[in-house]
């Protein structure tokens, strides 16, 4: 099983839809989650943080489920400049006290007119 | 503007012709890294550094070096290219490696082509 896992997609919507992306992560002790959003092979960009109560920003909701050990991300009245792909990235905690970034493979979105 | 530096964006080259691609960040951040991106294989992590003269291996660290002289350089060396170097490649930093709520900082990408 791979430590971080995503939906690689792609997801077509069309413009004004809400769609939502799930990542799931192996290591329990996992720290900190991030979401990053990659455009055609350019860099991934930070597009948020997720913490323990959920966040918004903007049209962009993360919520993290420790239980279950996955985060989400959803995006409401989508865009056609949301078109990209997303990356989920998961701090694994390793003994000793070292933290590892560890990045999924990514969801690729698609919002058509 | 804070940013991190990888030169050059695309390079074609031949096998067996060694090659580095620099890396620089001006934000004073302790972690460097460089990762290889391939299709359906995401990012994968190549070498590490903690901070000067401090690195360490990733996940697919065969076939690179790498050396951390000074805070802002993190260089990524390739003594004898193989095709299956071929790939998109990041190098990032954060203020800290080794602790939690530390997003990464990625620069442009280096398009490398091993024929």
């Known amino acids: 099983r791979k430590e971080v896992e995503q939906d690689p997609g792609p997801f077509n919507v069309p413009e004004g839809a809400t769609v939502a992306f799930n990542c799931t992560y192996s290591n329990s002790a996992s720290q900190s989650f991030f979401w990053y959003r990659q455009d055609c092979r350019k860099e991934p960009k930070l597009l948020m943080s997720?913490?323990?109560s959920g966040n918004e920003d903007g049209r962009f909701t993360a919520q993290l489920n420790r239980a279950s050990q996955y985060i989400s991300l959803l995006i409401r009245d989508s865009k056609l400049s949301d078109s990209a792909t997303y990356l989920c990235?998961?701090?694994?905690?390793?003994?000793?006290?070292?933290?590892?970034?560890?990045f999924g493979a990514g969801t690729r979105l698609a919002v058509h007119p | 503007e804070a940013q991190v530096t990888q030169n050059p964006r695309y390079l074609i080259t031949v096998t067996g012709k060694k090659l580095t691609v620099t890396c620089s960040q001006n934000?004073?951040?302790?972690?460097m890294s460089w990762y290889r991106q391939d299709p359906g294989l995401g990012l994968r992590q190549i070498y590490y550094s903690m901070n000067v003269e401090v690195t360490d291996k990733g996940d697919v660290p065969e076939g690179y070096k790498v050396s951390r002289k000074e805070k802002r350089n993190f260089p990524l060396i390739l003594e004898s290219p193989s095709p299956n170097q071929t790939s998109l490649y990041f190098c990032a930093s954060s203020l800290f490696g080794g602790r939690p709520n530390q997003p990464q900082h990625f620069g442009d990408g280096t398009r490398l082509s091993i024929l």
């Open positions: 934000m004073n951040h302790e972690y």
């Open positions: 997720v913490y323990s």
């Open positions: 990235a998961v701090n694994y905690y390793f003994s000793g006290g070292y933290n590892k970034l560890i």
